[in-house]
């Protein structure tokens, strides 16, 4: 597995709030999407918490856990709704 620790900053006038059991990793070469590991048959994402909300001006930290990919994928994309999507971010050990 790997685990995603971000910190989410909203710098708009209003509170976002983003389902973190929606957030993807993209293995951008392969185009290939991994969900969040679930706890069970739930969508309850094996996370700091399944819904993060930010406040204007403010930020929220956050982890999530991914199944890995293979070993040769070094970078990889990151899909959070609501936010701009991230690319070319590096998996580190």
């Known amino acids: 597995m790997v685990t995603l620790r971000m910190t989410l ?4 006038q ?3 709030s983003t389902r973190l059991y929606d957030t993807g ?9 991994y969900a969040p590991v679930n706890k069970g048959m739930s969508q309850e994402c094996i996370c700091s918490e399944s819904y993060v909300g930010v ?3 403010e930020k929220a ?6 199944p890995a990919p293979p ?10 709704e609501g ?3 991230i690319d070319d971010v590096v998996i580190s050990e």
């Open 9 to 12: 900053i909203n710098d708009g």
């Open 14 to 16: 209003e509170k976002k």
């Open 25 to 33: 990793l993209l293995d951008l070469g392969e185009k290939r999407r």
């Open 55 to 57: 406040g204007a001006h």
């Open 61 to 66: 930290s956050a982890w999530i856990r991914f």
């Open 71 to 80: 070993t040769t994928v070094q970078r990889v994309g990151i899909e959070i």
């Open 83 to 85: 936010f701009q999507p």
